[in-house]
């Protein structure tokens, strides 16, 4: 899928939150101008990538939850992130490489804890994220970083399959293809919850 289908598959999961989880729908932010994705790019320090910057261009993040019953986690459980969300956790990812590099374990934290080339996208509420790869022949791909168990795991190889598995997840009720055993519920009419299927 090209970065203009980005734009319409994330048009067809908003028109579904707003039919089926209006709570959640509630939460979603305007999209991120052109200005805030110059600053977002000039804090990373490299270019976003291409569905990342059409997806930022269409949602600017949500309203960020206070505990796991509020609406905004209908993203797999997590909430999407602003820029200045991004921005702050990218921070706080590169802040481990530097005390990594600077305490001689590098090894065991770079591209397998924490990296610069993560951008952050979405965030729970104990902290994990999700983000989307951008170093050199991972470009695109959608990660998550569990912060119990501290080793990312590859999702999806871009954000329109992405969108696309979750598309199919919420409007059939079933799986996703890339999590197995998390599946959609609607709890009250209002939000999505994401349950682990044992």
Known sequence: MTAD???VQWGQVERWLAD??????????AGSSGQEMARLEEGLGFHIHRNLRSFLGVCGGCLFPVSSMDAGAFFFGYALLDVDGILATHHELVDMVEEAVAQ???DSVVGSIADRFWVPIARDVTGDIMFVDHRPGREGNVCAMSFGDPESIFLWPSMALMLDDMLTALRSGTSLAAFQDLTPRVHEEKMVQWEIRI
């Open 5 to 7: 289908e980005v734009t």
């Open 104 to 106: 001689g374990y590098a």
């Open 20 to 29: 089926h989880a209006p709570a959640d729908f509630a939460t979603l932010q």
